[in-house]
Structures are given as structure tokens and as C-alpha cells.
């Protein structure tokens, strides 16, 4: 569904990702590792059209959309959701999910405002609230919320679990493996890479702006050395 060749993205002078490609298949659940400042969040940000590659290409279903606008990229059907949330803080939890809500690419809404509460019964509980008045989980939950409302093809899910209590972290990758479930595919940077590669098919792992190694998530995750060589596990 996404494929990326060759990228290469610059902030400023800092040259971030050194030649990176891959690809997210439809309904495939895709893990993104590596310690801090490797390079993830800058691939997720080129493959979602917030910085332009100064090389190489992104593909979605065949079609180039480097550089596309994040809005283009949404209405193709890629839910993101960010590292540090982005929810509205000034909206209310309702609020919130219904501005965000439309059929998927297939004209389908799978995702309706009901299941997502049904998803997160928490929410529920705060459809009035302002999305300030929220704990972290309640606005991870929201986020996340917000971008099934969309009814995406693929989400991607950046540290989703980040500075969150144990309980809402197991809460949160219940709702992951729910969402794999149900063929959606998915792009997941997590800190907790064993959950990472419990919760997808392949994994990805990026040192120095450039992927090093992948494979299946079980291969990985049965050769923990040469996994831990990479994240200084
Ligand atoms: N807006 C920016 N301007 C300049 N440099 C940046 C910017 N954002 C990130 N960087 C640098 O780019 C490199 C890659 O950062 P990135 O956030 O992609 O890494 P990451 O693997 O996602 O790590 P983390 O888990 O810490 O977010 C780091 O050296 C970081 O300092």
C-alpha cells in the first residue's frame, strides 16, 4: 500500500535519513525500532508529507505522493498519530471525534463515533470534557480515537504508549492488536520492543537514519542478540 525508495531528508543542514526504503503492505502490521534520534519520527514525518525528501520516493498504491500535502495523505487514508498527541485542547472529547470523522477510501464507515466509544469506554465517560482536562492516557485514547474516525487503511502510531500509567498502556495495546484485527494496517514506534514485535508481522529497525536490519517480527524477536546489538538492549 506504501513504499518508500531511497529517502533522503535534511533538517536544515542535518542530514537525518540516509537512503531509507521499505514498505507498509495492506493490512500488514509493521514495527519501526531504534534508540532515541535514529531517525523514526523523521521517516514517518517524510512518509506523511510534513517534510519533503530531497531524494527518493513515496508511493501509495503505485502512485507518487512524495511531498504530498498531511491532508492529501489522510484523505488517501493514513491516520497518524503523533508523538505528544494532537488532539484539540479547546474542544471537547465529542467534539473532538466528530470534527475528524469521514468514510474510509472505500466510502465505508466502519468506524462510527459509537464504536469508537464502544473502543474507549473512557471517553465516554468525558464527551464533554475539554481535551485539556484530560490525563495523558484519556488524550492518547482520544488521539487515537480521532484517527479511526477517519476510518483509515493504515495508522500509524508513534510512541502512543510514552509517560503513560501500566494500566493505560496495556489498555492501549489491547486496542492496537483490536485495530490489527480488523485489517487496518499499521506503522508502530514503540519503546517496548518486544510488544512492538509481539503486535506485528515484520519490523523495521533504523540506526543512524538508515534501516539495518528486518525481518518477521517472530525471526526478531528469536534472536534477541542480534536485535539488542541495534537497540543497546
Ligand atoms: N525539527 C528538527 N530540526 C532539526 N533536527 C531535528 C528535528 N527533529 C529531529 N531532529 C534530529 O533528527 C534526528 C532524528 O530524530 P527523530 O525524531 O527522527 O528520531 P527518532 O528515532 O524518532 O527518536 P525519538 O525516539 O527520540 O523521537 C535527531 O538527531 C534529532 O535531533
Redesign the pocket.
Known amino acids: 500500500m506504501i513504499r518508500f525508495e531511497d529517502l533522503h531528508t535534511y533538517?536544515?543542514d542535518?542530514h537525518?535519513l540516509h537512503g531509507v526504503a521499505g514498505e507498509i503492505p495492506a493490512a500488514t502490521a509493521v514495527g519501526l525500532l531504534?534508540?532515541?534520534?535514529?531517525?523514526?519520527?523523521?521517516?514517518?514525518?517524510t512518509l506523511m508529507g510534513y517534510v519533503r525528501p530531497a531524494q527518493g520516493r513515496v508511493l501509495c498504491d503505485g502512485r507518487e505522493v512524495t511531498g504530498q500535502q498531511p491532508e492529501k495523505m489522510a484523505r488517501l487514508g493514513i491516520g497518524y498519530v503523533p508523538?505528544g498527541r494532537g488532539i484539540f485542547p479547546n474542544l471537547s472529547v465529542r467534539e473532538n471525534l466528530v470534527m475528524a470523522a469521514r468514510p474510509g477510501i472505500d466510502g465505508k464507515t466502519a468506524w462510527t463515533y459509537e464504536r469508537v466509544l464502544q473502543t474507549f469506554p473512557r471517553l465516554a465517560e468525558r464527551l464533554n470534557n475539554g481535551g485539556h482536562q484530560l490525563s495523558g492516557g484519556e488524550q492518547q485514547m482520544l488521539s487515537i480515537g480521532r484517527a479511526l474516525m477517519t476510518n483509515p487503511r493504515l495508522l500509524i502510531l508513534?510512541?502512543a504508549t510514552e509517560g503513560l500509567a501500566p494500566l493505560i498502556v496495556a489498555e492501549i495495546w489491547r486496542v492496537i492488536a483490536q485495530i490489527r484485527s480488523t485489517g487496518i494496517a499499521t506503522l508502530i514506534?514503540d519503546?517496548d520492543w518486544r510488544k512492538v514485535l509481539a503486535h506485528t508481522d515484520r519490523a523495521l529497525v533504523?540506526e543512524k537514519?538508515q534501516i539495518v536490519l528486518q525481518g518477521a517480527s517472530a525471526a526478531l524477536l528469536a534472536d534477541p542478540q542480534a536485535l539488542g546489538e541495534r537497540l543497546g538492549v
Not at 34 to 45: E, H
Open positions: 533538517y536544515g542535518s537525518i531504534g534508540r532515541n534520534g535514529m531517525g523514526k519520527t523523521t521517516l514517518i514525518r508523538e508513534d510512541e514506534v519503546r533504523m537514519g
